[in-house]
């Protein structure tokens, strides 16, 4: 069975940090693409962060690029999103995602790129 979990979440204060994990089983983790997704109320999900199969390309949405860093273990099937200088705008339920190898990951993949997906974490950064 295909599952993907999310962990991490959590309310942090701006400026704070937070470390998103996603946990793969039941499929060959290691032949996936990985995509951190977020939703934030009242808006449509958007693409925040990809990582390819083997981990040597990553991209990022502008709103977060160098702020977070996405990284996977394949050994372990995990994927980590770490989040520095969280914003209040970074406010949402985040998802991770899986899909088959891409050309390219520039610009980010869209959800239809993705097969499998997780049941998100909230995140959440008020003071």
């Known amino acids: 069975q295909v599952q993907l979990v999310e962990s991490g979440g959590g309310l942090v204060q701006p400026g704070g940090s937070l470390r998103l994990s996603c946990a793969a089983t039941?499929?060959?983790?290691?032949?996936?693409?990985i995509g951190w997704f977020r939703q934030a109320p009242g808006k449509e999900r958007e693409a925040v962060a990809c990582?390819?199969?083997?981990?040597?390309?990553?991209n990022y949405a502008d709103s977060v690029s160098g702020r977070f860093t996405i990284s996977r273990d394949n050994a372990k099937n995990t994927v980590n999103l770490q989040m520095n200088n969280l914003k209040p705008e970074d406010t949402a339920i985040y998802y991770c995602?899986?899909?088959?190898?891409?050309?390219?990951?520039?610009?980010?993949?869209?959800?239809?790129?993705?097969?499998?997906w997780g049941q998100g974490t909230q995140v959440t950064v008020s003071s």
């Open positions: 995602a899986a899909g088959p190898p891409r050309p390219t990951y520039a610009p980010l993949p869209p959800e239809s790129a993705y097969h499998y």
């Open positions: 039941g499929f060959a983790f290691d032949h996936y693409a």
């Open positions: 990582i390819s199969s083997g981990g040597g390309t990553t």
